[in-house]
């Protein structure tokens, strides 16, 4: 039974880009040429939200989307207009997250994710442990397999997390982590997972996509 006390103080944030040819998965572009390397971000976008989708069904959570690229009439028109959106706005990834998170909790949010649409194995069962552990943490990762990671869980903004840290590196996780340690701050780990940012990572997402059609 869903506790109303804890009505949409959840929420959850799906950072994407719409999906336009050439401009979104470009290292997957000499594998699947531009227009595959935007179908996969579609899809892929697709997946994390019916992941989440799964999550409410069983838990109150409120969920927004952010994107870069396009405009809210595409995002609409793509997505439907049961969602809500918000553009990321300009900055590097960390100016960008910070942003979502300080609109989040000045709205009142009590417990905030952010994940991506790059790590297809994120799914409803992670998302639930991931706001289970914020019950009692500070801070919750989900550590990517090349040095990022794939979900950052907070209760309150926290700044200091989302500079100096080199995006799109792998040194993304380890850098968080020693803020964090400098910071004090409690810290819980989920399961490591492999992004979709390779040729070679492919197969991962294959593997997401037939389970899913077998379902």
Excluded at 81 to 100: F, T
Aim: net charge negative.
């Amino acid at each position: 039974m869903l506790k109303p006390s804890k009505s949409l103080k959840q929420h959850l944030i799906i950072f994407t880009r719409y999906p336009e040819s050439g401009k979104t998965k470009t290292r997957l572009i000499p594998a699947l040429g531009a227009v595959g390397a935007a179908h996969l971000q579609r899809e892929m976008t697709e997946h994390t939200i019916s992941q989440v989708k799964e999550l409410q069904k069983a838990t109150d959570i409120s969920l927004e989307v952010r994107f870069s690229g396009g405009d809210l009439q595409l995002m609409q028109n793509w997505l439907g207009l049961d969602l809500v959106y918000h553009s990321q706005g300009e900055g590097d990834l960390g100016s960008r997250m910070a942003r979502s998170l300080f609109d989040a909790f000045q709205s009142g949010k009590e417990q905030v994710i952010i994940i991506g649409i790059d790590c297809p194995e994120v799914n409803c069962q992670i998302l639930t442990k991931a706001f289970e552990q914020l019950h009692t943490c500070n801070l919750v990762l989900g550590p990517a397999i090349d040095g990022g990671y794939y979900l950052i869980g907070l209760r309150r903004l926290i700044p200091e997390l989302f500079v100096n840290i080199d995006w799109g590196t792998s040194q993304v996780l380890q850098q968080t982590v020693d803020i964090a340690e400098e910071l004090n701050l409690s810290l819980v780990y989920l399961p490591p997972l492999a992004d979709v940012d390779f040729p070679e990572d492919l197969p991962i997402w294959e593997r997401v996509a037939q389970n899913q059609v077998k379902t």
